[in-house]
């Protein structure tokens, strides 16, 4: 997925406030990329702008209708969590919709819950049902902003183990927004740190992701390199 040239402004009443002015950046198919960045430098604005959700200028190819985590769940209240995951299917041979969906709720742990209601959910469970619903949309790219905000640590490390399984058994383009430096170690392939208009820092990593160890030498060479340039 390649964006060029974007540039992105908002009308505020002291003026126009300026998000992206020339931002370019490529992002590797069937990968994980995390981006971060500064409060306020545009990463939930460049989600925005790929998935269409508000005008922009500049191109942005390889992201045709993406699937959307947010950071609320944005679950349908009315409708099951199997339900819910079972909405954004295409399909309409019954006996597909229900193995793309009894496969998502699997491989997301949330199997157990999915006649339940989102109100009967925990926050963890939330976020769970919500993911599952992104990997069965079938789509190619999915975005997630910030996707474990206002968990508890123990309830994250359990959640990275569910997200990795995802991202190995879909194989999609990931882009994912945290402010958290070990969640991008955990997740990505690449972490891509934003400043005033565009990338300013970017670092692939190399050790598996599905093996490595967020403590190893590669992890805290790369962990001391965001931090500095956070600063």
């Not at 300026?18 to 069937?30: D, I």
């Not at 942005?60 to 339900?83: C, M, W």
């Amino acid at each position: 997925m390649v964006v060029k040239n974007l540039c992105k402004s908002y009308k505020t009443d002291s003026g126009e406030t300026v998000v992206f002015k020339g931002f370019n950046a490529e992002f590797e198919n069937g990968k994980v990329t995390a981006i971060m960045g500064a409060s306020g430098v545009g990463k939930t604005t460049l989600l925005n702008c790929i998935a269409n959700l508000t005008d922009y200028d500049g191109e942005i190819d390889g992201a045709e209708n993406p699937a959307y985590v947010f950071q609320e769940s944005r679950l349908i209240h009315d409708k099951t969590v199997y339900a819910n995951v079972e909405f954004v299917l295409n399909t309409k041979d019954r006996e597909e919709r229900k193995k793309i969906v009894e496969n998502a709720l699997e491989i997301a742990e949330i199997s157990q819950e999915a006649n339940k209601y989102p109100d009967e959910l925990s926050g963890g469970q939330k976020k769970r049902a919500a993911l599952a619903r992104a990997f069965a949309s079938g789509r190619e790219v999915m975005l997630l902003d910030e996707p474990l905000s206002s968990l508890d640590l123990g309830l994250k490390f359990k959640l990275f183990e569910v997200m990795k399984k995802l991202f190995k058994a879909s194989g999609k383009t990931v882009i994912i927004v945290t402010h958290d430096v070990d969640e991008a170690l955990t997740l990505a392939d690449e972490v891509v740190v934003i400043g005033s208009y565009g990338a300013i820092y970017r670092k692939k990593i190399y050790s598996d992701v599905f093996e490595r160890e967020i403590v190893d030498a590669e992890c805290n060479v790369i962990r001391k390199e965001v931090i500095s340039v956070l600063k």
